[in-house]
């Protein structure tokens, strides 16, 4: 006899008695997730409205938010330190030119500062548009932050991740071009970041922005993700994430202007993610690879969920990208901030 | 709170034993009483976390300072004006937990000697400065390395300087903008400048 015998009839027993029903023990096989429903949302709307959202995270404003704070500091409070500060924070980098402020301390004004904050920053020009290497400008700068400022009961910025960004921008009298990359890896918040263009309420970022500008724009790469605490596209979706790239029309190398390559994806509030896929974003060697329709030069994405295509052709309307209201450069004063514009004194 | 035990998956005897007696008789006998959980919970939220109030004895203060001094001649000439050309000095000292001890005689770490030598601007000039030059920074003797101002000058720097008898400063330059750099005094053609602070700083402690 097979030594499985005993245990067959077992469970022969067991199911004989009642005792091992799917109705007895209550299982109920999983109840297929429906997918929301997408009704009366105008989808195309919705997408361009995530682009335009995502862009705007990029270092600009947090830097911004962060000149704010600063301009809130008064002797001795917070403390203001040559180099990185002596706290314990696994993000900052060893020992390096920078300043920092570090403090837990409160104002007569009722102005407190939490945490530290350390930056860098630097910009440079060099030559003129006349001559033949043109004019170079360029201009870098780096947050290292875990740091709230408050006034009241109202945080004025929060900043707690590491932000950064850069241009180079070359410049002659027949032609100007320039690269603007960003790194938001932080969560920002506060009034100060929403009234230099960060949607209000609040975000967590890992979102790399890179684009060129000038003779030949493109959108190098968007790559990342985006969690809105309190803001919502389309009153309905609160985070984004995006792994996509994309050329100017006017850029002639490119072989379709019409369309992104790679995809960007809204999640609503209860977790469902919806990803628009244009053309696939290639990655080495796989270039030339054809699955149509959807490798079609037509504007438009797919919308899948859980991988599930849904038969739901969406074409947001990018021409936003290239009328010079968005993908900006900044100007190299940005990147300037004096060493020496700080109150005096205190402890 | 009643469960229902009655599992095949446990494939040994005394485990078969078990589920024997488990499944035995009628489906109300499988069903065992699981004890009340009397244990307080690990997390009681009922008492409220305790309120900072007083936020001032959280100030803190740094464990270490530098005080950084930069001071420094122009010698401006011809005499009267106006001026062609410009030399100087810069020195940058930093001292670390105050000034040293009177009897300490080496030298701080950071104690820069900086030779300047200048020419006017041709390309722009600091609004409502009498002369602005272009300056050349040359270390003379120090090591610039070891000072933590992170808007030193560099060695063979050139930075475009300019004079406001208004506003007792020298201002510099930077793209567009003009930023006050040090406090100066012009008396006949040399003008004296300075700029002092004190900061937090980190020092890495000998091991």
Request: with cysteine; net charge negative.
């Amino acid at each position: 006899m097979s030594r499985l015998t005993p245990f067959l009839a077992l469970l022969v027993a067991c199911n004989g008695l009642g005792g091992g029903s799917d109705e007895d023990t209550g299982y109920a096989p999983p109840v297929e997730l429906a997918t929301p429903d997408l009704t009366g949302v105008d989808l195309d709307t919705l997408w361009t409205e995530a682009f335009r959202t995502v862009l705007a995270v990029d270092a600009r404003a947090a830097w911004s938010a962060h000149k704010d704070a600063l301009g809130l500091v008064t002797p001795g409070c917070p403390d203001l330190y040559y180099g990185v500060p002596p706290v314990e924070d696994d993000g900052l980098p060893d020992m390096a030119d920078g300043m920092a402020w570090a403090d837990h301390c409160t104002t007569a004004g009722d102005r407190t500062f939490a945490g530290h904050t350390f930056w860098q920053n630097a910009a440079s020009t060099l030559g003129s548009t006349a001559a033949p290497e043109g004019l170079t400008t360029t201009g870098t700068r780096s947050l290292f932050t875990d740091g709230i400022v408050s006034e009241g009961d109202t945080v004025v910025s929060e900043l707690d991740g590491e932000i950064r960004d850069s241009l180079l921008r070359i410049q002659t009298e027949s032609g100007d071009e320039w690269t603007y990359n960003s790194l938001v890896d932080a969560t920002v918040t506060g009034t100060a970041a929403a009234s230099h263009g960060m949607p209000a309420g609040g975000l967590r970022a890992d979102l790399v922005l890179s684009y060129r500008g000038g003779d030949v724009r493109t959108l190098e790469d968007a790559r990342g993700n985006v969690f809105f605490f309190e803001h919502r596209i389309g009153d309905r979706f609160d985070s984004i994430a995006i792994d996509l790239t994309h050329a100017a029309p006017s850029n002639n190398a490119n072989d379709c202007p019409d369309e992104p390559l790679g995809y960007i994806s809204v999640r609503d509030e209860n977790a469902f993610w919806y990803d628009l896929v244009f053309q696939p974003r290639y990655g080495a060697g796989d270039e030339g690879y054809e699955n149509l329709p959807y490798t079609e030069c037509d504007g438009c994405g797919n919308i899948y969920v859980r991988g599930l295509d849904q038969g739901i052709e969406v074409c947001p309307d990018l021409s936003f990208l290239w009328d010079g209201s968005t993908l900006n450069a900044p100007v190299v004063e940005d990147y300037l901030l004096s060493t020496r514009d700080f109150p005096q004194g205190g402890n | 709170m009643k469960v229902r035990i009655c599992t095949p998956a446990a494939w040994g005897v005394p485990t078969l034993m078990l589920a024997l007696a488990g499944c035995s008789g009628s489906g109300d006998d499988t069903v065992i009483d699981v004890p009340e959980d009397t244990e307080p919970a690990v997390l009681d939220d009922t008492a409220p976390f305790p309120e900072d109030t007083s936020v001032s004895t959280l100030d803190e203060e740094p464990d270490h300072t530098v005080t950084l001094i930069e001071q420094g001649t122009w010698s401006l000439s011809p005499l009267g004006g106006p001026y062609t050309s410009l030399v100087g000095t810069l020195t940058l000292i930093e001292y670390i937990d105050g000034p040293p001890d009177p009897q300490d005689t080496a030298p701080p770490p950071c104690q820069v000697e900086v030779a300047l030598t200048g020419t006017p601007s041709v390309d722009g000039n600091c609004p409502s400065c009498s002369f602005t030059f272009e300056v050349l920074h040359q270390v003379v003797s120090g090591d610039l390395t070891q000072c933590h101002d992170p808007d030193r000058p560099f060695d063979g720097a050139v930075r475009r300087l300019g004079y406001n008898p208004s506003t007792g400063k020298i201002q510099w330059q930077q793209a567009s903008l003009w930023f006050d750099w040090y406090t100066a005094n012009q008396v006949g053609d040399q003008v004296t400048f300075s700029y002092t602070t004190t900061l937090g700083v980190t020092v890495e402690e000998d091991n």
